[in-house]
């Protein structure tokens, strides 16, 4: 795959709390797309394990709680799996309570629109993008035409936040959750955080088991709280709400994060995208994780401790740096355990003048050799490269114009041919009333009446 054609991502949403219920949600599972038949045939050999067939929801959660709990476990521990959800509370958003939207479904699609074009600008802003989005929605019995309008909303949403040449949403589609397990899961995770919420600590909690495991895998008591904008497992409530407050996640299974693949977080970058970063399990052309970054990362941590060990000039063990590096030193041997374990080993000659000074001496050549490599490299380029893709942004507009341009001209064409149709339909129509009208004027000759008494013999 290209860096010129985009990555293509597939995003399964289901709602819950749509009847008598204080919070509504959606919630959704995001996914790399040629990792799709892997995750349905994961979920398949999990269900199959536990005697589970057919759908699974949070509703039908009761009673199978091996496989929930399982299940829950392979999804924090996978990094290609993402969910994304928006809570808000019926009584503080407006839109709930107009009279003329009591009985429609209006608020529900705006919501949608909501969590899938934030969270798809979101994930246009990382690395490989620009993406497509393939977007499936639990099907509620909507016709083709309301689906239709549906995928105009989202895609000019996600056109808004970002700058995309190509149609962001390449399919988008009401689909039967019995077909879809990432409907599915995304309907288990949600209910659940739902159902938490609803109950609030006063009423009697209905499946906690499950629950307090979800809890657990985030690292809290509860799912009583909102979580900070992040990759793995989102927990959003509309600023129009008032509610729970955020708290920081300390996720189980730390190498389920998407973020722990990078040296560093994984930040929010505004509203709509995240800073650089994005693991490799979501693309599979990108290749490996930059190690060399964290092997040097890890040799200037073990030459700070050289020197911080001559300064000192301390026997015995000591232990430098902090994060993922940890540098151990003892006697004439420095030894660096990087958080990618990579092992690094440097012998220095404790105490003395020249060992210190040929660890100076290095560090001039070093910073020498990136002196002449930064004056060899050609500035030009960069510039080159940025003028090179405002070009193509400007292309693909000027082409997206003219193709606008041309169908409002066929659509011109069109409409001038059909009026003049219906004027030739309305003069034809005219002519034949006026002949009819003549026609009747006409006069016919009168018969002559017969006189009384004639023809009495």
């Known amino acids: 795959m290209t860096e010129a054609v985009p990555r293509t991502m597939s995003v399964y949403c289901d709602e819950t709390g749509a009847h008598d219920c204080s919070y509504f949600a959606w919630g959704s599972i995001w996914m790399a797309h040629e990792r799709q038949d892997e995750f349905n045939a994961r979920i398949d050999a999990i269900a199959k394990k536990h005697g589970v067939r057919g759908e699974f929801g949070w509703k039908d959660s009761q009673g199978r709680a091996a496989f929930c709990k399982e299940l829950v476990r392979w999804f924090f521990q996978q990094r290609w799996v993402c969910f994304q959800s928006l809570f808000v ?32 600008a979101n994930f246009d802003a990382l690395p490989g993008g620009p993406r497509q989005f393939r977007i499936l929605v639990d099907q509620v019995g909507d016709k083709p035409s309301v689906t239709e309008e549906e995928y105009r909303i989202v895609a000019a949403a996600i056109r808004k936040r970002t700058d995309h040449a190509l149609p962001p949403v390449a399919t988008f589609a009401r689909v039967d959750s019995q077909s879809a397990r ?22 009697p909690i209905k499946r906690g088991g499950l629950r307090k495991y979800i809890a657990e895998c985030l690292g809290w008591e509860n799912l009583r709280a909102t979580t900070p904008r992040n990759l793995k497992f989102n927990i959003w409530l509309h600023n129009a709400c008032e509610g729970y407050a955020m708290h920081p996640m300390r996720l189980k299974y730390p190498q389920g994060d998407p973020e722990e693949a990078f040296s560093g977080k994984v930040v929010m970058r505004g509203r709509s995208g995240f800073r650089p970063g994005f693991p490799s399990e979501f693309r599979s052309d990108w290749g490996e994780l930059d190690a060399k970054r964290r092997l040097a990362r890890s040799r200037e941590a073990a030459k700070g401790a050289v020197l911080e060990a001559h300064n000192k000039g301390k026997p015995g063990e000591e232990k430098h740096g902090t994060g993922e590096d940890v540098v151990r030193s003892a006697g004439a041997d420095v030894e660096v355990v990087g958080g990618s374990h990579l092992t690094l080993r440097i012998t220095r000659v404790a105490g003395s003048a020249k060992g210190k000074s040929s660890v100076a001496q290095s560090r001039e050549v070093a910073k020498e050799k990136a002196r002449k490599t930064k004056e060899k490299k050609p500035k030009v380029v960069g510039v080159a490269i940025k003028e090179t893709k405002a070009a193509e942004r400007a292309e693909a507009r000027a082409e997206r114009l003219k193709t606008k341009k041309a169908r409002a001209q066929a659509w011109a064409k069109r409409k001038a041919k059909s009026r003049a149709r219906k004027k030739a339909k309305k003069e034809q129509w005219e002519a034949r009333m006026k002949e009819k009208e003549a026609s009747r004027k006409v006069a016919k000759p009168k018969e002559k009446t017969k006189k009384k008494g004639e023809g009495v013999k």
């Open 182 to 203: 990432g409907i599915q899961l995304a309907d288990l995770l949600v209910g659940a955080i739902r159902a938490e919420w609803e109950a609030d600590g006063k009423k």
């Open 89 to 120: 509370r019926k009584q503080d958003m407006r839109i709930f309570t107009t009279e003329r939207l009591k009985n429609d479904t209006v608020a529900y699609k705006k919501l949608l629109c909501t969590l899938v074009a934030v969270n798809a």
